[in-house]
């Protein structure tokens, strides 16, 4: 599927990093003179965090091609992200030039923060596959996206981007800013008036929302937070307890501060007290990394984004278009990323084990016991595992697994993984028995007839004796002396 990018700012940078992290060519167009310097600065930050996020092998990343003209970017597009300073006006343009070029069936969303689907078709040819797909920063981490502009288009849309890792928030009427924008309006508007009233500082702000309810609705929101809060009797009793409180004149919700000069001068210096000892993309950096941990935990309990984080590494798991290539397989690869290596800056004891466990999930699809095979109560399980680390790998490097499958009965598989690094030398060994089981009953199981004959065609594909390490557990040291001697 082709993608095309028309700005690449800070949304526009995301969208970008967002399709080709997840395997999809992105062909760019944007005017600005340091647009290629700032997108690629902003893919730098994504690959970094994705290498942090996921721990499932990533696809190998789609090609991003900067285009001289809107023509040259949307033509054969499938799917078209704008992402253009937000002048009604402008869009108007910008959209124009897209639906001059762009094949007839192509989908179109802004990333628009504030305009309606109604003003941005104003003078379409073809006003159904104008939509509003505006997302969150930083894009290429924050998975939901608010989808506005109904019919056939809207879904085709949420399916292309639900397949690369967000979650596509429908809303069926259209109102100006969306929801997202409405709510963090109304925080930011009550958080003016208490630095202009002298009542708290930026940094008190902050602290109070990230040390509290910023960490509930990080994972459950504000209507499920406040249910909980109800206690036993859920929200009708917390309506009915805190429900007149609203009616108290405790905020100003509807009364704006005027931004003075003497307003800005003070929000700009508690802010640069608050967090200049950082630039820009250190502080991206550091919110990335936090992102991530928070992701981590919340996959842990297949909850909120974390079960989108999981999705995806099914996906990627799965690695679809990689194809077996010969005997023995080789049907994972890996680049070291610069999270995997230790103090000695050599890849560390336990990545070699995700390695040719990436390996072996690479194998269990291939042979058909894929996620789809796991749904239905059977998968195949590690039941013992010998490696022998052979040689250093620095980060960078690239990887290929080459495995065999060294035997199987009616329940168990044998396989060999060998990491290979590029010059084809032998970095590692692994030795893997699995044993099929009723996940149900938490039992071993016999394997049905399609997995038993994948099984057999790979073993008929096996020629040469197996190594002579196999089956070979750790030596005693005395017999190893003796060897060397």
């Not at 869009?91 to 802004?110: D, N, V, Y």
Request: hydrophobic share 45%.
């Amino acid at each position: 599927m082709k993608i095309a990018a028309i700005g690449g700012g800070v949304i526009g940078g995301g969208w970008i990093a967002r399709f080709a992290l997840s395997g999809h060519d992105v062909a760019v167009f944007d005017p600005h003179p340091e647009a290629q310097r700032i997108v690629g600065e902003v893919m730098a930050n994504a690959a970094r965090a994705w290498e942090k996020l996921f721990q499932a092998p990533l696809p190998d990343p789609g090609r991003i091609t900067w285009a001289g003209s809107i023509a040259e970017a949307v033509a054969g597009a499938d799917y078209v992200q704008e992402s253009v300073p937000e002048r009604l006006d402008l869009k108007h343009h910008i959209l124009a030039e897209i639906e001059a070029s762009a094949p007839e069936g192509t989908i179109i969303g802004s990333s628009t923060s504030g305009f309606k689907p109604s003003e941005l078709r104003v003078g379409a040819r073809h006003p159904a596959r104008i939509l509003v797909a505006h997302p969150f920063n930083p894009v290429y981490l924050l998975p939901v996206v608010e989808v506005v502009g109904g019919g056939a288009a809207a879904g085709r849309a949420c399916e292309i981007l639900a397949a690369v890792g967000m979650k596509p928030v429908q809303i069926a009427r259209e109102i100006d800013a969306h929801i997202g924008d409405r709510l963090l309006e109304a925080v930011w508007r009550e958080a003016l008036w208490l630095v202009k009233d002298g009542i708290a500082t930026t940094e008190e702000i902050d602290d109070i929302i990230r040390f509290g309810f910023g960490l509930r609705w990080a994972q459950m929101g504000l209507f499920e937070t406040y249910r909980i809060a109800g206690g036993e009797a859920g929200m009708r009793h917390f309506l009915g307890q805190f429900g007149p409180a609203l009616k108290w004149p405790w905020t100003k919700l509807m009364d704006v501060p005027e931004l003075d000069e003497a307003l800005i001068d003070t929000i700009a210096a508690q802010s640069d007290a608050q967090s200049g000892a950082h630039s820009i993309r250190e502080l991206e950096r550091i919110r990335d990394d936090n992102l991530v941990g928070i992701f981590q935990a919340l996959k842990a309990t297949d909850w909120g984004a974390g079960r989108i984080v999981r999705e995806m590494e099914n996906g990627f798991y799965a690695r679809e278009g990689r194809p077996a290539t010969g005997y023995p397989l080789r049907l994972h690869q890996v680049i070291v990323p610069g999270g995997w290596v230790d103090y000695n800056g050599h890849m560390t004891e336990f990545r070699y084990l995700q390695a040719f466990g990436d390996a072996t999930d690479a194998v269990l699809i291939h042979i058909g016991l894929d996620e789809a095979y796991r749904a239905t109560g059977f998968s195949a399980y590690t039941v013992e595992t010998h490696i022998r680390h052979l040689a250093e790998v620095k980060a960078g490097e690239r990887l290929t697994v080459e495995t065999r499958l060294l035997g199987h009965d009616g329940k168990r598989m044998r396989l060999h993984h060998a990491i290979l690094r590029a010059d084809g030398s032998v970095a590692a060994t692994g030795e893997h028995m699995l044993l099929h089981v009723d996940t149900d009953a938490g039992r071993a199981a016999p394997m049905p007839a399609a997995l038993l004959a994948a099984l057999a065609a790979l073993a008929a594909l096996e020629r040469g004796p197996a190594p002579d390490h196999a089956g070979v557990g750790i030596r005693r040291i005395g017999a190893v002396a003796e060897a060397q001697a």
